[in-house]
């Protein structure tokens, strides 16, 4: 197990912005008032929860400088798709300054739920499971925190019948630091596949110029039997033939509600305005396949 990688490095970048939007998105419509089920959150690879972005790892690559700071400090104006993650964001910072802590997915989720509600972090890198604990210490929210393997742990719970009557709402996103990961995670998607009923999963992906299996993944995926909902959607660098490394990310989602992938194109629309005048210049695509049945 390689347990090597710090999301710190990479804290408020481009693909961070794109993947916690649509997280944001999925959780508020299943935290609405019309939402009269409890949910469980399930997060399978959680990090440490939140990061500074003047200190530490982050410094390094200071990726939140074509993410967060392009929409955070007003350099995009922010529609209406995006208005609920900018209020995240503001949770962690002083509106009229530069964004110095952009939080994690597990303090996205928390700033959602209800009190009803319930949420499983896994994270097993000790030091950043140690930081995560810090750092939801204070939820209102039942959570559980657990250093153990996020896939095994996601396939226990929807399997079992504690949280029979909840939406669950998944996010998957390691490191795929090894090229095995595409294929462990399609495999265990597949696994689960049959206890997916009201059940909405987010997976993010990097692309990648070498052959890393993000592709095979996808297609894997796409294939699951009695699959009706899926959309996928990202960011790539427009110029990406010549780039080496992850050329942009995207996200797959599993059963998301019609209102998510309705929005999606102006999400992905306010994301990528103005890129030009930051080092990277974005392109969004977004992919739909869709049959769908909410379950509220």
């Known amino acids: 197990m390689v347990l090597s990688y710090r999301h710190a490095f990479h804290a408020g970048g481009a693909a961070d912005v794109l993947k916690h939007a649509i997280l944001t998105e999925i959780l508020s419509f299943y935290t ?71 939080p994690g997915s597990p303090l996205f989720a928390l700033a959602v739920m209800r009190e009803n509600d319930s949420a499983y972090f896994y994270e097993l890198h000790s030091s950043d499971f140690n930081l995560l604990k810090d750092n939801c210490s204070s939820s209102k929210v039942p959570v559980k925190i657990l250093q153990e393997d996020g896939l095994q742990g996601l396939q226990s719970l929807l399997r079992a019948d504690t949280f029979k009557g909840y939406n669950k709402v998944v996010l998957i996103d390691p490191s795929y630091e090894l090229r095995a990961e595409f294929k462990v995670l399609s495999r265990s998607i597949w696994n689960v596949n049959e206890h997916f009923e009201n059940t909405c999963c987010a997976i993010w992906y990097p692309m990648l110029t070498t052959k890393s299996g993000f592709s095979g993944m996808l297609q894997d995926l796409k294939t699951i039997p009695n699959l009706s909902n899926w959309v996928d959607a990202g ?50 695509f977004c992919c739909i396949y869709a049959f769908y049945e909410l379950f509220l």
């Open 235 to 284: 960011m790539f660098l427009s110029d990406s033939a010549n780039k080496r490394g992850m050329y942009g990310s995207g996200v797959f989602t599993i059963n998301p509600p019609e209102t998510v992938s309705n929005n999606m194109d102006n999400l992905l629309d306010t994301l990528t305005q103005n890129s030009s005048t930051t080092t990277a210049t974005y392109e969004a």
């Open 32 to 102: 609405s008032q019309s939402a009269t089920r409890p949910l469980l959150y399930i997060d399978t690879h959680a990090g440490a929860g939140r990061y500074s972005l003047y200190s530490g790892y982050a410094t390094k690559l200071e990726e939140h400088k074509t993410g967060i700071d392009k929409i955070y400090r007003g350099k995009i104006k922010c529609s209406s798709s995006l208005s609920k993650y900018e209020n995240i964001i503001s949770l962690f910072n002083h509106k009229d300054s530069k964004t110095r802590i952009y």
